[in-house]
Antibody
Framework: EVQLVESGGGLVQPGGSLRLSCAASGFTSSRYYMHWVRQAPGKGLVWVSRINSDGSSTTYADSVKGRFTISRDNAKNTLYLQMNSLRAEDTAVYYC?????????WGKGTTVTVSS | DIVMTQSPDSLAVSLGERATINCKSSQSILNSSNNKSTLAWFQQKPGQPPNLLIYWASTRESGVPDRFSGSGSGTDFTLTISSLQAEDVAVYYCQHYYNTPLTFGQGTRLEIK
């Protein structure tokens, strides 16, 4: 079964850090670009970041540029999102997604809450 | 960035009636390699993750009831629910995956009249 499973979410204070993981199974994720998407409480879906298949190219939404880092370990079929200098507005459910496979696949998300 | 605009923002339809949601992209999202539009539709119920309904604008995901259908090409797309059921109450999003950044419509809230 093709699957993405996120983990690593939790409660963190403003200014803190957190690393999210996304484990892929049922397909060779190393062949494909991977994305992070987030959804703040009561809001819509917003793209966060993308990494290419070998990890050599990354792009970010302006709202997270310079604070978040996307990376991957293809040997472990795992995608990461290192989040630093967290702000209250980063509070959201974070989803990983892959559009290179057919059909596209999303994980079920991990919740990040930034609060003192 | 490609802007995705959905209409209407909310919709109330009677049980058994047809529901139609529109989505317009600010530019073509046609994948020239396979001549398919890079458009997906998601359903999201409260407290749940988005559920993929349609991809390539008109291909129904496995397990999705056949009352859901997607159509359109170029910049104009439609999600149709042919006979609304109570369990279809949700927010629906369109999204392109033509390039980065992926962008989403603002969502359409579907309710029972």
């Amino acid at each position: 079964e093709v699957q993405l499973v996120e983990s690593g979410g939790g409660l963190v204070q403003p200014g803190g850090s957190l690393r999210l993981s996304c484990a892929a199974s049922g397909f060779t994720s190393s062949r494909y670009y991977m994305h992070w998407v987030r959804q703040a409480p009561g809001k819509g879906l917003v793209w966060v970041s993308r990494i290419n298949s070998d990890g050599s190219s990354t792009t970010y939404a302006d709202s997270v540029k310079g604070r978040f880092t996307i990376s991957r370990d293809n040997a472990k079929n795992t995608l990461y999102l290192q989040m630093n200098s967290l702000r209250a507005e980063d509070t959201a459910v974070y989803y990983c997604a892959c559009y290179g496979v057919t059909p596209p696949v999303w994980g079920k998300g991990t919740t990040v809450t930034v609060s003192s | 960035d490609i802007v995705m605009t959905q209409s209407p923002d909310s919709l109330a339809v009677s049980l058994g009636e047809r529901a139609t949601i529109n989505c317009k992209s600010s530019q073509s999202i046609l994948n020239s390699s396979n001549n398919k539009s890079t458009l997906a539709w998601f359903q999201q119920k409260p407290g749940q993750p988005p559920n993929l309904l349609i991809y390539w604008a008109s291909t129904r995901e496995s397990g999705v009831p056949d009352r859901f259908s997607g159509s359109g090409s170029g910049t104009d797309f439609t999600l149709t629910i042919s006979s609304l059921q109570a369990e279809d109450v949700a927010v629906y999003y369109c999204q392109h995956y033509y390039n980065t950044p992926l962008t989403f419509g603002q969502g359409t809230r579907l309710e029972i009249k």
